[in-house]
């Protein structure tokens, strides 16, 4: 049974609370405390998977909870309650919080948070690897695409569209991003896939106070060219474009060719999570691929016990963004696990991943065996071809 604590310093709040989420009894352990300082005894004295915790409190508020809740635990699930006036102190807590939902929160909106939270737990069952991904306030962003935001950002002639631009070259930003816009603190009433809109839409203050805040941003301090992150930002472009391009031609929904390109621009986050929260164990990775011939796949699950496709969902996941694109993330490597049927997102980049080169080499996937695998599902030779076309154009 997953702990969960709720946080928040009105006593007639946590009443609803428990009233509200009383049918979740059988399912969850749940605590209540009243105010921070209650909130962190408990924490010291007992396990918790999930917080739930109120931004605005007197003595420490939300996201000075949240940076202690993670000092304490990394692995926990943080979600952070905010009101619309909060928007600078939610900023604050963009490193540590894993999701924001707006106050007054139903208990459906609530409980599915929750919920979700609990189900990707199961999705990475190493818990030390669960509190590795869980634990990254930030990943970083290569440092000329950095400081080229930095400068636009800077620039008395701003443009956002030019910071769109930008950020959708980088994948950090790009998953931060979308993290950020798509939470229930912006109160969207759909998800925003388009990298483009979501700057608009943030505008040029939020997006500025982002770009100066290291909790949010940061710049790659390690050996780029060591860890083949060059590689690696230009292989999750192609795949982005080409899933796009693929999800183009078979689907009239442009929010479904949206969500396929963000889906392959972050198909490859979780090998970037292993590079920065786990860099000897990447440097094993490495060295298993380039002494011993393994895929990255092979090399990771020998190390870790689990591979980037499940790390990286975990993590898209906890932010809160579509399940599509976290089903995409952990299935592109997996063509037995796309959903068969109607053509999907995960579909779509499984078949582009291979198809778009790389010199890194956990890219290494025969693009022809992947693409047969995908017949299973009614994908004829043709088409086939007609995909591979696509993602070279």
């Not at 969850?28 to 005894?41: N, P, R, T, V």
């Not at 290291?214 to 083949?228: I, V």
Request: aromatic share 6%; glycine share 6%.
């Amino acid at each position: 049974m997953r702990r969960v604590l709720f946080v928040d310093d009105e006593p007639n709040v946590l009443s609803g609370l428990r009233r509200m989420l009383r049918p979740m009894r059988n399912e969850w352990d749940m605590s209540f405390a009243e105010g921070a300082a209650a909130a962190l005894k408990m924490l010291a004295e007992n396990e918790f998977h999930v917080v739930v915790t109120d931004m605005r409190m007197p003595n420490m508020d939300g996201a000075d909870l949240l940076r202690k809740v993670h000092a304490h635990d990394p692995g926990i699930t943080r979600i952070v309650l905010s009101g619309q006036t909060d928007q600078e102190s939610a900023l604050r807590s963009s490193g540590t919080a894993h999701q924001f939902l707006a106050k007054p929160c139903d208990a459906d909106t609530l409980r599915e948070a929750v919920l979700r939270a609990c189900r990707l737990r199961d999705l990475l069952k190493n818990e030390k690897v669960q509190r590795v991904v869980a634990g990254l306030d930030a990943l970083p962003s290569l440092p000329e695409i950095y400081q080229e935001l930095r400068r636009e950002m800077d620039s008395d002639d701003m443009s956002l569209e030019r910071v769109g631009e930008i950020i959708a070259k980088d994948i950090a930003l790009t998953a931060k991003l979308l993290q950020l816009v798509n939470s229930a603190f912006f109160g969207l009433p759909r998800h925003i896939e388009n990298i483009g809109q979501a700057a608009n839409f943030l505008g040029a203050d939020t997006i500025r106070g982002l770009a100066l805040s290291t909790a949010a941003f940061k710049c790659f301090e390690g050996d780029s060219s060591k860890l083949q992150l060059d590689a690696l930002w230009s292989h999750s472009l192609a795949v982005g474009a080409a899933a796009r391009a693929i999800a183009t031609k078979e689907s009239k929904d442009r929010n479904i060719a949206d969500e396929a390109m963000q889906a392959g621009m972050l198909h490859d986050i979780g090998k970037l999570i292993i590079a920065t929260g786990a860099p000897d164990a990447y440097e094993q990775v490495l060295e298993k691929m380039n002494n011993d011939g393994m895929t990255a796949r092979d090399a990771e699950l020998e190390v870790l016990g689990c591979d980037h496709a499940q790390m990286g969902a975990y993590l898209i996941g906890l932010w809160g963004l579509p399940d599509s694109i976290v089903e995409a993330i952990a299935f592109h490597h997996a063509a037995s696990e796309v959903p068969s049927g109607e053509f999907s997102v995960a579909m779509a980049v499984f078949a582009a991943s291979p198809l778009c080169p790389s010199s890194h080499k956990a890219a290494a996937d025969d693009p022809a065996e992947s693409l047969g695998e995908l017949k299973w599902s009614g994908l004829s030779p043709e088409k086939c071809q007609e995909w591979s076309a696509l993602a070279a154009a």
